[in-house]
């Protein structure tokens, strides 16, 4: 039996380019794990093992590693900081127990790590805070630090300061022990000393030292009484008030150095085994109806003699075969188990479980509560699906993933590989849930969905290089809808004769425009039986069935309400079937009259420009429809927050590249569906037509 107060599963995220998988590489170089360690920028870092990840120096899958510290076993999972692929993060923070916040010394709290962090509170995730490349020019410690508590609303517990900065920057100081550690410059993590603080810090070490302690005993009260009485508590003591802390919530301990130059990085992984929950520690997850998906009060207990409990949260395909990477809440697995996919209702057999070093990986005979493990050659088992003990069925809370918002046509160059393409999207599709495909019926063209431009590039390049698929790909098309704006009271009467028994339905309703965001509501307000209970649900299914497609240019509709208030019915000839036609035709016959409109996505945009470009940078959103809603200064530049019809997006960044000389960055996520103006909505509604006609 493992001892679980010595496991830790953490997690790094951050924006793109704070360093996250450099920081990856510096944990496993000083655990031991790896011998050299290899850097992003020559593509050869351990967790980055995609060939898309090593060219563009980018994180897209997270990768989980296993190490030891100090006696104690650390589930690392390397997480993406791009935007486009934040179900990654979402997942992995899902199942994991604390977490390491990276942030650029210089860059501070970006528009990326807000939507991580975001994420992290709402999974009530335990973090500690690293601020990394205090080498780097403009790096700012105390900056970064404000930073997170003004932009981020959250409490940084300061427990290193940097000795020197940018080119001079030699170590740090442990606040807490007042004691500076001191790297030399080969460069090597190992070549460090402990020395006295130096001369001109002793101040300013006191004063971080006493507001360490001061929020560190408000977690004791017994403790903090004596404090006020002049009694300095024990570091013991000191350590488990951090720790009690950092679970709750109640602050986050923050560490800096920088990864790349090797400074800094033991004293983070100090504080995960110090300070971060083992899996014992943190609320276990809730059990949900199979159903309706609300909890049941049940709790996945993390112990070993529980049975099995089990999440899928990340399918992976590679050289290998199919990988399904499980988080075990309660129980164990052992090889040649059969274990039960509580949302499929089948069984399957475990066959070979390995634990993950990136790609390389280590044969498991049992795991057990608490680990992160793959199970290899799993058939139908998706992300966010329970596995469970065949006798005790549970469902763990799902995992609810976004919709995609961009979609581009594709085809194969050559007819052969249609087959190819077919099964290759199909382990896609598997291993990302943020991604979807479907195909066109009319045309028959495979249409691929995804979060932004990005996330479409990169899977196509998956396509051509790991499947060997060349595609012909179709410019990006916006996922518009329509929706009406107008009350609507009509009244539709299906009949129909022709030999043997014949339809009947009539009905009288009401369409109305709903809330935003409800989709289709139907409600039925008849009365004296003039259209029978049983024929409800048909009326319903008629009118939900065509919200697929509008009338305008037939994109999905969405939040309209129908009311069914009257109608008429034959004893004989009035069906389930007569009253679903008849909900159709009353459907086309009542939307064109309630002021039918086209809805475009706006996307929520965060621009960082140098301060000569921001005139530019405005200029320009505001021609592309934008409405700019912040402007921040910050030390490198600009940050503008603003919404912009996504149709005005595409290829944004080649744009912004060339206004600001290549500084400019961006990054846009979802926000809402709103009006287009009358003038866009002809154009697409036109075009529409004309692909139609061309078919």
């Given at each position: 039996?493992?001892?679980?107060?010595?496991?830790?599963n953490?997690?790094i995220f951050?924006?793109?380019?704070?360093?996250?998988?450099?920081?990856?590489?510096?944990i496993?170089?000083?655990?031991?794990?790896i011998?050299?360690?290899?850097?992003?920028h020559?593509?050869?870092?351990?967790?980055?093992?995609?060939?898309?990840?090593?060219?563009?120096?980018?994180?897209?899958?997270?990768?989980?590693?296993?190490?030891?510290?100090?006696?104690?076993?650390?589930?690392?999972?390397?997480?993406?900081?791009?935007?486009?692929?934040?179900?990654?993060?979402?997942?992995?923070?899902?199942?994991?127990?604390?977490?390491?916040?990276?942030?650029c010394g210089?860059?501070?709290?970006?528009p990326q790590?807000?939507?991580?962090?975001?994420?992290?509170?709402?999974?009530e995730?335990?973090?500690?805070?690293?601020?990394?490349?205090?080498?780097?020019?403009?790096a700012?410690?105390?900056?970064v630090?404000?930073?997170?508590?003004?932009?981020?609303?959250a409490?940084p517990l300061v427990?290193?300061?940097?000795?020197?900065?940018e080119?001079?920057f030699?170590?740090?100081?442990?606040?807490?022990?007042?004691?500076a550690?001191?790297?030399?410059?080969?460069?090597?993590?190992?070549?460090?000393e402990?020395?006295?603080?130096?001369?001109?810090?002793?101040?300013?070490?006191?004063?971080?030292?006493?507001?360490?302690?001061?929020?560190?005993?408000?977690?004791?009260?017994?403790?903090?009484?004596a404090?006020?009485?002049?009694?300095?508590?024990?570091l013991?003591?000191?350590?488990?008030?951090?720790?009690?802390?950092?679970?709750?919530?109640?602050?986050?301990?923050?560490?800096?150095?920088?990864?790349?130059?090797?400074?800094?990085m033991?004293?983070?992984?100090?504080?995960?085994?110090?300070?971060?929950?083992?899996?014992?520690?943190?609320?276990p997850?809730?059990?949900t109806d199979?159903?309706?998906?609300?909890?049941?009060?049940?709790?996945?207990?993390?112990?070993?003699?529980?049975?099995?409990?089990?999440?899928?949260?990340?399918?992976?395909?590679d050289?290998?075969?199919?990988?399904?990477?499980?988080?075990?809440?309660?129980?164990?697995?052992?090889?040649?188990?059969?274990?039960?996919?509580?949302?499929?209702?089948?069984?399957e057999?475990?066959?070979?479980?390995?634990e993950?070093?990136?790609d390389e990986?280590?044969e498991?005979?049992?795991?057990?509560?608490?680990?992160i493990?793959?199970?290899?050659?799993?058939?139908?088992?998706?992300?966010?699906?329970?596995l469970?003990?065949?006798?005790?069925?549970?469902?763990?809370?799902?995992?609810?993933?976004?919709d995609?918002?961009?979609?581009i046509a594709?085809?194969?160059?050559d007819?052969g590989?249609n087959?190819?393409?077919?099964?290759?999207?199909?382990?896609?599709?598997?291993?990302?849930?943020?991604?979807?495909?479907?195909?066109?019926?009319?045309?028959g063209?495979?249409?691929?969905?995804?979060?932004?431009?990005?996330?479409?590039?990169?899977?196509?390049?998956?396509?051509?290089?790991?499947?060997?698929?060349?595609l012909?790909?179709?410019?990006?098309?916006?996922?518009?809808?329509?929706?009406?704006?107008?009350?609507?009271?009509?009244?539709?009467?299906h009949?129909?004769?022709?030999?043997?028994?014949?339809q009947?339905g009539k009905?009288?309703?009401?369409?109305?425009?709903?809330?935003?965001?409800?989709g289709?509501?139907?409600?039925?307000?008849?009365v004296?039986?003039?259209?029978p209970k049983?024929?409800?649900?048909?009326?319903?299914?008629?009118f939900?069935?065509?919200?697929?497609?509008?009338?305008?240019?037939g994109?999905?509709?969405?939040?309209?309400?129908?009311e069914?208030?009257?109608?008429?019915?034959?004893?004989?000839?009035?069906?389930?079937?007569?009253?679903?036609?008849?909900?159709?035709?009353?459907?086309?016959?009542?939307?064109?009259?309630?002021?039918?409109q086209?809805?475009?996505?706006i996307?929520?945009?965060?621009?960082?420009?140098?301060?000569d470009?921001?005139?530019d940078?405005?200029?320009?959103l505001?021609?592309r429809?934008?409405?700019?809603?912040?402007?921040?200064?910050?030390?490198?530049?600009?940050?503008?927050k603003?919404?912009?019809?996504?149709s005005?997006?595409?290829?944004?960044?080649?744009?912004?590249?060339?206004?600001?000389?290549?500084?400019?960055q961006?990054?846009?996520?979802f926000?809402?569906?709103?009006?287009?103006?009358?003038?866009v909505a002809?154009?697409?509604i036109?075009?529409?037509?004309?692909?139609?006609?061309?078919?």
């Amino acid at each position: 039996m493992a001892d679980l107060s010595k496991y830790r599963n953490i997690g790094i995220f951050a924006h793109v380019d704070a360093g996250k998988t450099t920081t990856t590489e510096r944990i496993l170089k000083l655990t031991g794990k790896i011998h050299k360690t290899g850097e992003v920028h020559d593509g050869e870092s351990t967790t980055d093992f995609m060939e898309q990840e090593a060219e563009r120096g980018i994180t897209i899958q997270s990768a989980a590693v296993t190490c030891e510290w100090k006696g104690h076993r650390l589930n690392v999972i390397d997480t993406p900081g791009h935007v486009d692929f934040t179900v990654e993060v979402y997942r992995s923070l899902k199942v994991l127990d604390g977490g390491i916040g990276v942030f650029c010394g210089s860059g501070g709290v970006e528009p990326q790590s807000e939507t991580n962090w975001r994420y992290a509170n709402e999974s009530e995730v335990a973090r500690c805070i690293f601020v990394n490349k205090l080498d780097r020019m403009g790096a700012d410690f105390y900056r970064v630090v404000g930073q997170v508590e003004k932009v981020l609303g959250a409490n940084p517990l300061v427990m290193t300061l940097p000795i020197g900065i940018e080119d001079q920057f030699t170590g740090v100081v442990d606040v807490l022990e007042k004691k500076a550690y001191i790297w030399d410059e080969t460069g090597l993590p190992e070549n460090y000393e402990i020395t006295d603080v130096p001369a001109d810090m002793v101040e300013k070490v006191e004063e971080y030292h006493e507001m360490l302690v001061e929020s560190a005993v408000e977690q004791d009260d017994d403790l903090m009484e004596a404090y006020m009485e002049g009694e300095e508590p024990s570091l013991e003591q000191i350590k488990a008030c951090i720790r009690k802390g950092t679970r709750d919530l109640a602050f986050f301990p923050t560490f800096c150095g920088s990864a790349f130059k090797n400074k800094g990085m033991q004293l983070v992984l100090d504080a995960v085994v110090d300070y971060l929950p083992a899996p014992t520690e943190v609320d276990p997850q809730p059990l949900t109806d199979k159903d309706t998906g609300e909890p049941t009060g049940d709790v996945a207990t993390v112990d070993a003699d529980e049975p099995l409990k089990a999440l899928a949260f990340k399918i992976m395909d590679d050289r290998f075969g199919a990988l399904t990477f499980i988080r075990i809440y309660s129980g164990r697995m052992k090889k040649g188990d059969t274990i039960l996919n509580s949302a499929t209702g089948k069984t399957e057999r475990i066959g070979r479980m390995v634990e993950m070093q990136a790609d390389e990986r280590n044969e498991l005979t049992e795991a057990q509560a608490g680990d992160i493990i793959a199970v290899v050659g799993m058939k139908n088992v998706q992300t966010g699906h329970t596995l469970c003990d065949p006798k005790h069925e549970c469902t763990l809370e799902a995992m609810i993933f976004p919709d995609p918002v961009i979609s581009i046509a594709v085809a194969p160059k050559d007819k052969g590989g249609n087959e190819k393409m077919g099964i290759a999207i199909g382990k896609m599709v598997a291993e990302d849930p943020s991604f979807q495909v479907e195909t066109d019926e009319d045309s028959g063209e495979t249409i691929l969905k995804g979060m932004g431009e990005l996330h479409l590039d990169i899977k196509v390049d998956i396509l051509k290089r790991t499947y060997g698929v060349e595609l012909v790909v179709g410019q990006p098309q916006v996922a518009y809808r329509e929706t009406i704006t107008q009350e609507v009271e009509d009244s539709y009467t299906h009949k129909k004769q022709s030999g043997g028994s014949g339809q009947f339905g009539k009905i009288d309703y009401r369409i109305k425009p709903g809330e935003i965001g409800s989709g289709f509501t139907f409600s039925s307000s008849v009365v004296g039986g003039n259209v029978p209970k049983e024929f409800w649900p048909a009326v319903e299914k008629g009118f939900a069935s065509m919200m697929e497609e509008g009338v305008l240019a037939g994109f999905p509709v969405l939040d309209v309400e129908v009311e069914l208030f009257d109608g008429g019915f034959h004893a004989v000839d009035s069906s389930a079937i007569a009253f679903e036609i008849a909900a159709k035709g009353a459907f086309r016959q009542s939307i064109p009259k309630a002021g039918a409109q086209l809805l475009e996505p706006i996307m929520k945009v965060d621009v960082f420009t140098p301060d000569d470009n921001v005139g530019d940078v405005i200029g320009d959103l505001n021609r592309r429809r934008g409405m700019i809603k912040d402007q921040e200064a910050g030390a490198m530049g600009v940050r503008i927050k603003g919404e912009v019809p996504l149709s005005e997006m595409f290829g944004y960044i080649g744009h912004l590249r060339t206004i600001t000389s290549g500084r400019g960055q961006f990054s846009m996520e979802f926000a809402h569906y709103a009006p287009c103006p009358q003038n866009v909505a002809d154009a697409v509604i036109a075009a529409e037509k004309e692909k139609k006609a061309a078919k």
